[in-house]
């Protein structure tokens, strides 16, 4: 498959700039933008239907919709008026959601992880479900699916049922210390573990995406990389950080020769990189197109 660029679009002014924005995604290269789904962010469907608005062509979609925030039911609603009001342009990511603060802010109850993923498949058995109904031949065709994860079982889901698998390249520290970038060795074992539920799913035709969560355009890779190293406090050498899967840092050539390599090692050809990076990031996809 073709490489495809997504950026994550979170900050919101206003109307005309958040459609500015868009349409310069759009002119930029890129193929999809994406919101994300938290408390202190912009209503994801909402902000999609802007977006599409403001444009002809790129996709739309929510970078994940956390799902236990929702009804099932009522999500699904959200869904197919969604991919309605944007003329078939939506994409939707699902996840199980992971930020305590978020659901004691949203007064929703923060469960375990098992019943948050029970959630998340309930979400998709109705979205698939609710889609059905529309039925015939004249019906449009369902958005395109993504789950995104880190765990065993969201990843296992991910491979026998959805469009796009989303890998996360963070995991959380059991130190404590939050949130911690995974390594390429522990990417290679979630990978394979997504390979051979297609395997056995008899699968594969599944899109594979990394959300880059520091993306740096430099033409002084190493003097960044030690900036990061020093950034994560001294965990990793400027040598680890330049091999992070969810990491991108040099100039326009090496970045593009860093995803060529991670597509070949790990199957990702969908990439997306945080709004901080819409304007820089074009320079590689420039090179890549």
Known sequence: MNLRFGVSLWKLEDRASWMEKSRRAEDLGYHVITVPDHIDMPSPFLACVLAAEATSSVQVGTFVSNTSFYSPALFARD?????????GRLEVGLGAGWKKREFDAAGIPFEAPGKRVDRLVATLDEVTRAWS????????????????GNGDRV?????KRADI???AGTIFDPQGRGMQFLTEQQMDERVALVDAELRTAG???VRRNIIVLRTQVTNDRPAALEDYSRFLRG???????????????????????????RRERFGFNYITVQESALDTFAKVIALLS
């Open 155 to 159: 990843l296992r889901l991910a491979a």
């Open 79 to 87: 869904v197919i008026t969604t991919a309605q009001l944007t003329g």
């Open 203 to 205: 699968r594969d035709a």
């Open 165 to 167: 698998v989303s890998f």
């Open 235 to 261: 965990t990793l050498s400027p040598e680890q950080v330049g091999e992070l899967p969810a990491v991108l840092i040099g100039s326009p050539e090496q970045i593009a020769e860093q995803l060529i390599a």
């Open 133 to 148: 109904v529309l039925g015939g031949p004249t019906a449009p065709d369902r958005p395109p699916l993504m789950i995104g």
